[in-house]
C-alpha cells in the first residue's frame, strides 16, 4: 500500500471508530498510529482532527455533491477527502487519488469511481455557501446551532466566537515541572507550568517523572486550592490523578491525602501511576455526590468535577457532537449535589476548590451561586463573579472554571 494511501485509511479507520463508535480522539490517535512513521502520525492526525472540527460542514458538502445514501466506511473515507481539500494547505490531485485508492484498500472498489467524482466536485466547486446569522456563523466555527446560541447568551457573540476560533486550533504539551528543569515557555501566573515548543527534547524528563503532562489550567486548580504541609487533603474525582499528584506536590509530602474516585478500575490505575512517583496517597472507591468520609475533617477539599468537556476542545472535538442541549443542565444539578457534599467535609478554617473544564453558565456561575465562592487570586482569566474562567483565547490553556469557597 503506497504510503500516502495508507495515511488515509488509517484516518478513515480511526475517524469511524471516533465519530460511529464513541471513542476519545486523544486516546486513539496516540493509540491507533504507533506502528505509523513520525511524519505520517502528524498527517493523521492532522487530518483526523480537522475532519471533526468541521464534521458539520463537510456531510453537508458531501450531501449536496452526493445526492445519494452512502455506506459508512465510504463516507468515512469522503470526510477524510473533502477536509483535507477544504480545510488544509494539501494538494487536492493527491487527496483525490489517495481516496480512491483508500477506499479500494478498505474493500470497496466498486465505490472508487463516485468517490473520485464527489472530490473532484469539491475540489472545482469547493464548499456549497454558508447561510447567514447565527446559523451560518455555528457551521463555520464547526458546532451545532443550539451550542453557539448558548454561548452567545452567556458571553456574547464575540467571546463566544472568539472561544470557539481559539478551540479549533491545535493545543501545545503543557507540563508541570517538579525539579526545577524549567522547560520550555513559563506560563504568567501558574507557577511551575510550562509549555513545550519542542516535547521530543523532553521526552526523559517526562518518561522519569520530573516533568508531569499538565495543562496549565490544570496546575492552576492546584494553585487555587493551595494545600500546605501537614493538612488534611482530599481529592473528591481523583482519577486520572494528576491534579493529586500535583497536591503532593504541594503539601511537601507531609500531611494525609486522600483520593475517591467511583470508578474502581480507573482509580485502581491512578493509584499504580502515583504510587511509581512515590507519593503516598490513599485511595477510597466512593461517589462524590456522597462520600464514605467523615464531616467536618478535611483542611482542604478539591472538587474538579465531571462535565461537558468544551473546554478542551483543542484536544477532544468530538464533543461537540456528543453533548445534547440539556446535557449542561443536566451536568449541573449533578455537581451542584456534589458541592454541597464537598462543603460538608470542610473543617472551620478550610479551603474548598471547585473546578470544571468547561465554560457553560449551567456548570459553572449557576453551582456555585449562593456559596459565597470567590475567584482564586494571582490567576489570569475572566472574572465571572464567584470564580474564574481561563481558556484558550483568553490564558492560551485550556478551558477551565476555577472557584474558591473558603469556609
Known amino acids: 500500500m503506497k504510503r500516502g494511501v495508507e495515511a488515509r485509511v488509517v484516518s478513515a479507520t480511526l475517524l469511524e471508530r471516533i465519530i460511529d463508535e464513541g471513542a476519545y480522539s486523544n486516546v486513539l490517535i496516540r493509540t491507533g498510529t504507533r506502528d505509523l512513521e513520525q511524519r505520517d502520525t502528524v498527517f493523521v492526525q492532522r487530518l483526523v482532527y480537522t475532519a471533526i472540527r468541521y464534521l458539520l460542514r463537510i456531510d453537508r458538502t458531501i450531501d449536496r455533491y452526493a445526492q445519494r445514501t452512502i455506506d459508512g466506511d465510504v463516507r468515512n473515507v469522503l470526510r477524510i477527502g473533502v477536509g483535507e481539500i477544504l480545510f488544509t494547505d494539501g494538494d487536492d490531485y493527491a487527496a483525490v487519488d489517495s481516496a480512491v485508492e483508500a477506499v479500494r484498500a478498505l474493500g470497496f472498489p466498486r465505490a472508487?469511481?463516485?468517490?473520485n467524482g464527489v472530490l473532484r466536485n469539491v475540489a472545482?466547486?469547493?464548499?456549497?455557501?454558508l447561510p447567514q446569522g447565527g446559523e451560518g456563523e455555528a457551521l463555520r466555527?464547526?458546532?451545532?446551532a443550539w451550542l453557539f446560541e448558548r454561548l452567545v447568551d452567556a458571553y456574547g457573540a464575540e467571546e463566544?466566537?472568539?472561544f470557539l476560533k481559539e478551540s479549533n486550533q491545535p493545543a501545545k504539551v503543557g507540563v508541570r515541572d517538579r525539579s526545577g528543569i524549567q522547560p520550555g515557555s513559563a506560563v504568567d501566573g501558574i507557577h511551575g507550568a510550562f509549555v513545550l515548543d519542542d516535547v521530543a527534547r523532553y521526552r526523559t524528563e517526562i518518561?522519569?517523572?520530573?516533568?508531569t503532562v499538565s495543562d496549565p489550567s490544570s496546575i492552576a486548580v492546584g494553585l487555587a486550592l493551595d494545600p500546605q504541609p501537614g493538612d488534611r487533603v482530599?481529592?473528591?474525582?481523583?482519577a486520572p490523578g494528576g491534579k493529586t499528584l500535583h497536591l503532593w506536590d504541594l503539601m511537601g509530602g507531609r500531611g494525609v491525602l486522600v483520593a475517591m474516585d467511583r470508578h474502581q478500575r480507573r482509580a485502581a490505575t491512578a493509584a499504580r501511576r502515583l504510587r511509581r512517583t512515590g507519593a503516598d496517597v490513599s485511595w477510597v472507591i466512593g461517589d462524590a455526590a456522597d462520600p464514605p468520609l467523615r464531616p467536618g475533617t478535611f483542611?482542604?477539599?478539591?472538587?474538579?468535577?465531571?462535565c461537558t468537556g468544551l473546554g478542551t476542545l483543542r484536544r477532544r472535538p468530538e464533543i461537540r457532537h456528543r453533548i445534547e442541549p440539556d446535557s449542561s443542565e443536566e451536568?449541573?444539578?449533578l455537581q451542584r449535589r456534589m458541592l454541597d457534599a464537598a462543603v460538608a467535609l470542610l473543617r472551620p478554617g478550610g479551603r474548598l476548590v471547585y473546578s470544571v473544564c468547561t465554560i457553560t453558565r449551567e456548570e459553572t456561575t449557576a453551582v456555585v451561586d449562593g456559596t459565597g465562592s470567590r475567584a482564586p487570586t494571582g490567576v489570569q482569566g475572566l472574572d465571572l463573579g464567584g470564580g474564574i474562567l481561563l481558556a484558550p483565547h483568553l490564558t492560551g490553556s485550556d478551558g477551565m472554571f476555577i472557584a474558591v469557597i473558603d469556609r
Open 112 to 115: 472508487a469511481g463516485f468517490v
Open 160 to 162: 463566544a466566537a472568539t
Open 207 to 211: 518518561a522519569d517523572g520530573a516533568l
Open 299 to 306: 483542611d482542604r477539599v478539591l472538587l474538579d468535577a465531571p
Open 141 to 144: 466555527l464547526g458546532v451545532p
Open 331 to 333: 451536568a449541573g444539578r
Open 234 to 238: 482530599v481529592d473528591l474525582a481523583a
Open 124 to 129: 472545482r466547486n469547493g464548499e456549497p455557501e
